[in-house]
């Protein structure tokens, strides 16, 4: 059974930076595409972020790319989402998510999430 647990979240100020983790237990993170998603008040959900299976590959939304970056730790089975020059627009929830069929493809298995709050 998949399990994620992500952490990290907080309060910033425009500009500054989080970084988020996502422990994974279930499946290991070199042989599954796994990501990150958000979720604001009022908006759509919104699929930031994938680390493909095979690990050669990143994918990120046109809103968070130049400013996030998906890395993952194999040895001890963890994604990370370092998010710099944060925005108010980037408030939400923050849910790690895999995606059994490709960075590409719909997401299955998320977190409880972890809230990260920008103000200006």
């Known amino acids: 059974q998949v399990h994620l647990v992500e952490s990290g979240g907080g309060s910033v100020q425009a500009g500054g930076s989080l970084r988020l983790s996502c422990a994974v237990s279930?499946?290991?993170?070199?042989?599954?595409?796994i990501g990150w998603l958000r979720q604001a008040p009022g908006k759509e959900r919104e699929e930031i972020s994938c680390?493909?299976?095979?690990?050669?590959?990143?994918h990120y939304a046109d809103s968070v790319k130049g400013r996030f970056t998906i890395s993952r730790d194999v040895e001890k089975n963890t994604l990370y989402l370092q998010m710099n020059d944060l925005k108010p627009e980037d408030t939400a929830v923050y849910y790690c998510?895999?995606?059994?069929?490709?960075?590409?493809?719909?997401?299955?298995?998320r977190g409880q999430g972890t809230q990260v709050t920008v103000s200006s």
């Open positions: 998510a895999t995606y059994p069929r490709g960075c590409k493809g719909r997401h299955t298995d």
């Open positions: 279930g499946i290991t993170v070199d042989y599954h595409a």
């Open positions: 680390f493909s299976s095979s690990g050669r590959s990143t």
